[in-house]
């Protein structure tokens, strides 16, 4: 590849990745399933290396790999609460539990923060894209599901949805539980 076309591809991705970052903290959307994430993050992190150790002769680029440096070290300046969250979920460290359920449903447990509480999301596949439902405190949800096992939940039906929660029934073999989640 020509230098023109290396940097073009690895701005591509670069602003792929931040759009899916923006909408995923902005609007609950993202790349439908659970490894498209993970495969954009990879792809930039390996041209991030490509791109340092090819062009660093470069003005741009060793400015670009200093900004990179200097906010990897100052993002472990608060007990490197950020470094760790990026780093679990750019390894798929944040996800102990996946299911894919009827009606292009997902739920996940996991958790955003390396030292935050476990969080069970519901996701809505919208053709390549997939939208959060409702996500709930782990804590909470497993006092309300009694015996229920989430390794077990067959499917799930949003009953009700609003600017910042929705109800969603959770259908398990032997009983079904309505839950208050939120949307953000």
């Known amino acids: 590849?020509?230098?023109?076309?290396?940097?073009?591809?690895?701005?591509?991705?670069?602003?792929?990745?931040?759009?899916?970052?923006?909408l995923d903290v902005g609007a609950g959307f993202s790349i439908r399933g659970y490894w498209p994430d993970r495969i954009l993050f990879y792809l930039w992190l390996i041209g991030t290396v490509y791109i340092i150790v090819t062009y660093y002769k470069e003005r741009f680029v060793k400015i670009y790999t200093w900004v990179l440096v200097a906010l990897t070290l100052?993002?472990?300046?608060?007990?490197?609460?950020?470094?760790?969250?990026?780093?679990?979920?750019?390894f798929a460290q944040d996800t102990r539990f996946r299911k894919v359920l009827p009606d292009n449903y997902r739920v996940q447990m996991g958790g955003k923060s390396p030292i935050g509480n476990r969080i069970f999301e519901v996701m809505k596949g919208l053709g390549p894209l997939e939208r959060l439902e409702g996500a709930a405190n782990m804590n909470l949800l497993e006092r309300d599901l009694g015996t229920a096992k989430l390794e077990d939940i067959q499917s799930v039906k949003v009953l009700q949805m609003w600017r910042d929660s929705s109800r969603i029934e959770l259908q398990f073999p032997d009983t079904t539980v309505q839950f208050l989640f939120n949307r953000k």
Do not use: E
């Not at 590849?1 to 923006?22: E, P």
């Not at 100052?74 to 750019?90: E, H, R």
């Open 1 to 22: 590849m020509s230098i023109a076309r290396d940097k073009q591809a690895y701005a591509v991705i670069t602003c792929l990745l931040f759009l899916n970052v923006v």
């Open 74 to 90: 100052l993002s472990t300046l608060p007990m490197m609460i950020p470094f760790l969250t990026i780093v679990s979920v750019g």
